[in-house]
């Protein structure tokens, strides 16, 4: 997004004490005081000549090869009330859309120290207070420009901290992982799965789990591995419930990892357990 922009062209309305000036204000170009029904200041009698008087505005402007982007009123607080009743605001000017908005003189000259009406000193108007009010705005348009890059910018650096995130989220599950792959005792390993699963020594190989365990020599599994009695059985599954619960974890999840998984059912009484150490 660039902060650069093309020239604006603001109209000017001055309507004060029932006379009313018009002028065209495109920094840092030039600023032209337009005739109005042949006037620079157009004595108003009647809504109607208000309206005139801004349609004719809006022609010469459209006559010097201009259109308005941005119509300012500005005009004494008793004769907001007039203005806004006389429907000025809604009125068709034959012109493309445009923003406007209506600004008191009495803020304006407090603002800026002047302590005359504006037909006292229209040089004053033409120095100090058109661009004020043009710059001000400009300075507006520029903020809100900025802001809009500032909001692009957090958007996106905050979509870049939740993909990181994401990534460390993933990195540290394949390090836990990891871990605990190199971290599971492998007699232990050997000594409780058969109390977990059924000819789990058919479905892993040997090779399997010693690769799995960070060994290169295959592990002394006998194939095929004897199921165990009932008895013995019996003294393994209680053994493997009175170990810390991380280690019961550990063996789990090696197991749950791998695809050969689906393959191998828990026994009967330890199904709860492998599908809670699984879960959690």
């Known amino acids: 997004m660039s902060l650069t922009s093309p020239v604006t062209t603001h109209l000017f309305f001055v309507y004060y ?21 042949g006037e620079e200041i157009l004595k108003i009698n009647s809504e109607h000549g208000l309206i005139e008087g801004s349609k004719d505005a809006f022609a010469r402007l459209r006559s010097n ?27 068709d000017t034959d012109q493309e859309t445009f923003n406007w908005q209506v600004i008191s003189w009495e803020w304006v000259s407090d603002r800026l120290g002047i302590d005359q009406s504006p037909w006292q000193n229209v040089a004053l108007l033409e120095s100090q207070v058109f661009p004020w009010l043009a710059t001000a705005n400009k300075a507006n348009e520029r903020k809100k420009m900025q ?34 792959l190199q971290s599971v005792d492998t007699e232990n390993l050997v000594r409780f799965l058969p109390a977990l699963f059924p ?27 004897p199921e165990p009695s009932e008895e013995t059985l019996h003294v393994l599954q209680k053994d493997f419930r009175n ?28 199904r709860n357990l492998v599908t809670e150490l699984e879960e959690s």
């Open 147 to 180: 802001d809009a890059l500032n909001s692009e910018h957090q958007t996106k650096a905050g979509v870049l901290v939740e993909e990181r995130a994401s990534l460390e989220q993933q990195n540290e599950l394949l390090r836990s992982q990891n871990a605990a």
């Open 65 to 91: 090869g201009e259109k308005a982007d941005l119509v300012h009123w500005v005009i004494s607080n008793q004769e907001q009330e007039s203005l806004l009743k006389s429907k000025l605001l809604n009125q």
């Open 243 to 270: 170990l810390p619960k991380h280690l019961q974890k550990q063996i789990v999840a090696l197991v749950a990892r791998l695809p050969q998984r689906k393959d191998l059912r828990p026994r009967a009484e330890m």
């Open 199 to 225: 000819r789990v020594f058919t479905v892993l190989g040997a090779v399997d789990l010693a690769l799995l365990c960070g060994r290169v020599e295959p592990l002394a599994i006998r194939n095929p591995y």
């Open 17 to 37: 004490s029932g006379q009313l000036a018009a002028w065209s204000v495109s920094l840092p170009k030039a600023i032209n005081h337009l005739m109005l029904s």
